[in-house]
T-cell receptor
Framework: GNSVTQMEGPVTLSEEAFLTINCTYT??????LFWYVQYPGEGLQLLLK?????DKGSNKGFEATYRKETTSFHLEKGSVQVSDSAVYFC?????????????????FGQGTILTVHP | NAGVTQTPKFQVLKTGQSMTLQCAQD?????MSWYRQDPGMGLRLIHY???????DQGEVPNGYNVSRSTTEDFPLRLLSAAPSQTSVYFC??????????????FGQGTRLTVV
């Protein structure tokens, strides 16, 4: 079956530090990969996504590259801000067939809590 | 620009009580789902629906029922609440597309405590 493993948290950084949150996955076929962010008291929001190998998703200074050879989708940001403090979830969606229809099922990692101090 | 609306935001139940968590979306998405979020476990799929009149079980369906009479609404029913169902519940809707290009939109969540 599908599974997603994220690095253990919580992660605490100073403002302007470099961020990496590791994510690896197990899946058959050709999954799409996502990073979702959950700010305090809110629901999840899509941060970025990549739908095929070597794609790079990017948004708000965050980046992640779909690495099929290492089954990874690590999240990075060069200079974090206090406002980036949130829980980050790596997720995949797998239709099992390249180019097939997707039913939108998401498999999530356990989430990584990020706290950024001024 | 409502998106996915969940009610209530907070709820406290006594063991054995029943209740319905409401979820509505105004984006005409075919696919809707319910997840529960527990510390250290990420989000786990409870039930999902690929369209009106069609529902199926996810990873952790026991103790929950769903129905999908319209495209817009996807309520989650707890039949007899148990302390193990204390969690944060999220409803999501997703565009059903060909190829691997989907985006799920989440509600703001319902924090449920069963005492």
């Amino acid at each position: 079956g599908n599974s997603v493993t994220q690095m253990e948290g919580p992660v605490t950084l100073s403002e302007e530090a470099f961020l990496t949150i590791n994510c690896t996955y197990t899946a058959t076929g050709y999954p799409s990969l996502f990073w979702y962010v959950q700010y305090p008291g809110e629901g999840l929001q899509l941060l970025l996504k990549a739908t095929k190998a070597d794609d790079k998703g990017s948004n708000k200074g965050f980046e992640a590259t779909y690495r099929k050879e290492t089954t990874s989708f690590h999240l990075e940001k060069g200079s974090v801000q206090v406002s980036d403090s949130a829980v980050y979830f790596c997720a995949l969606s797998n239709d099992g067939r390249p180019g097939g229809t997707s039913y939108g099922k998401l498999t999530f990692g356990q989430g990584t809590i990020l706290t950024v101090h001024p | 620009n409502a998106g996915v609306t969940q009610t209530p935001k907070f709820q406290v139940l006594k063991t054995g009580q029943s209740m319905t968590l409401q979820c509505a979306q105004d984006m005409n998405h075919e696919y809707m789902s319910w997840y529960r979020q527990d510390p250290g476990m990420g989000l786990r799929l409870i039930h999902y629906s690929v369209g009106a009149g069609i529902t199926d079980q996810g990873e952790v369906p026991n103790g929950y029922n769903v129905s999908r009479s319209t495209t817009e609404d996807f309520p989650l029913r707890l039949l007899s609440a148990a302390p193990s169902q204390t969690s944060v519940y999220f409803c999501a809707s997703t565009r059903h597309t060909s190829g691997s290009n989907t985006e799920a939109f989440f509600g703001q969540g319902t924090r449920l405590t069963v005492v």
